[in-house]
């Protein structure tokens, strides 16, 4: 499982390269997760705009990834695609994460 990182400031964004989370993955993408998480910002944006399906495997990995980062630390999803957008509403998910409709602009841009 490819991930895909940049660190801006307050936050780090986590861009998964792969159209699919599930059971096949799961435990990848866990421990990729994991080492992103480790000694980096309190908040991470995981950037979901590639990943076309994910069933319960790689919802349970997601959920693994935020308690990872323990409660003074922050996991927020972007860009998710409609169908993977359907499983975390229809499984309550979404009132769990907060959902951003894309990755946030980094806050230390310059006006111009």
Request: aromatic share 4%.
């Amino acid at each position: 499982m490819e991930l895909q990182s940049t660190t801006h400031g307050t936050y780090k964004s986590v861009t998964v390269n792969a159209e699919r989370i599930d059971a096949s993955v799961a435990i990848q993408f866990k421990d990729a997760m994991r080492a992103e998480a480790d000694g980096g910002p309190g908040h991470i944006v995981l950037d979901l705009g590639r990943v076309k399906f994910i069933d319960s495997s790689g919802l349970g990995a997601i959920v693994a990834a935020m308690k990872h980062m323990g409660k003074d630390r922050r996991l927020d999803l972007a860009a998710l695609t409609p169908d993977v957008e359907k499983v975390f509403h229809l499984t309550r998910m979404d009132t769990v994460f907060t959902i951003l409709p894309k990755l946030p602009e980094p806050a230390n841009r310059e006006a111009g």
